[in-house]
């Protein structure tokens, strides 16, 4: 069953709107949240993160609204520029014990962004 | 450079054979996790070592082994392989668990003919 669900699978944004990524997760034992972006041929890289006692967090152009309540979260790219083109994957922790525990991935969502 | 190093960066084999992925961790990064991305599943996790030992499993099939060698790198072994097989296979490191985040490597792909 998939723990992470992302939406939508691909988004196309003008240079200068606003590109919005939703997920929604059912595990309420996550506690963390990071987007991770990732450009053809290279491995996804960490962009923002959040934990759940927090209901937003903005780096730069970039902003993670958290809902706890919902069990949904978003990003949020203000401005959006053609090289912010890429594929974003949302993701939750699950802990376990010391030292153990893993990211389980959202489906990704392929962003174009028109100059 | 993310500076996780992942070795080959392509590989092409056959139905049946066997083959080794190779994983150098970010130095002082302690933890090791293995991701297969494919079109349809996107990042899937496999396992997780801390170490040398391993401390999670996710749907890593009984044809795919992995382990951490004193050094911290570590090695995905995948055999018997099926056409199903090809995709990328990432590794990632961190310096205790993921919660302080995960740097990836670029990945090898494996196509699988």
């Known amino acids: 069953q998939q723990q992470v669900k992302q939406s939508p699978q691909s988004l196309i944004v003008q240079k200068g709107g606003i590109s919005i990524i939703n997920c929604a997760y059912e595990n309420t034992a996550f506690d963390y949240f990071p987007w991770y972006q990732q450009f053809p041929g290279k491995g996804p890289a960490l962009l923002i993160a959040i934990r759940p006692d927090v209901s937003e967090k903005k780096e730069g152009r970039f902003t993670i609204s958290f809902n706890k309540s919902a069990k949904q979260f978003s990003l949020h790219i203000m401005d959006s520029q053609p090289g912010d083109s890429a594929t974003y994957f949302c993701a939750a922790w699950e802990g376990g014990s010391s030292n153990t525990g893993k990211l389980i991935f959202g489906q990704g969502t392929t962003l174009q962004v028109k100059p | 450079d993310s500076g996780v190093t992942q070795t080959p960066k392509h590989l092409i084999t056959a139905t049946g054979q066997r083959v080794t992925l190779r994983c150098s961790p970010r130095?002082?990064?302690?933890?090791v996790y293995w991701y297969q991305q494919s079109l349809d599943q996107g990042l899937q996790f496999l396992i997780q070592?801390?170490?040398?030992?391993?401390?999670a499993k996710g749907n890593i099939l009984e044809r795919f082994s992995a382990q951490q060698f004193p050094d911290l790198h570590s090695e995905l072994n995948l055999s018997s392989l099926e056409l199903g097989d090809s995709a990328l296979y990432f590794c990632?490191?961190?310096?205790?668990?993921?919660?302080?985040?995960?740097?990836f490597g670029s990945g090898t792909r494996l196509t699988v003919v």
């Open positions: 990632a490191s961190s310096a205790r668990t993921a919660n302080y985040g995960y740097t």
């Open positions: 130095s002082g990064d302690l933890s």
């Open positions: 070592y801390y170490n040398g030992e391993e401390r």
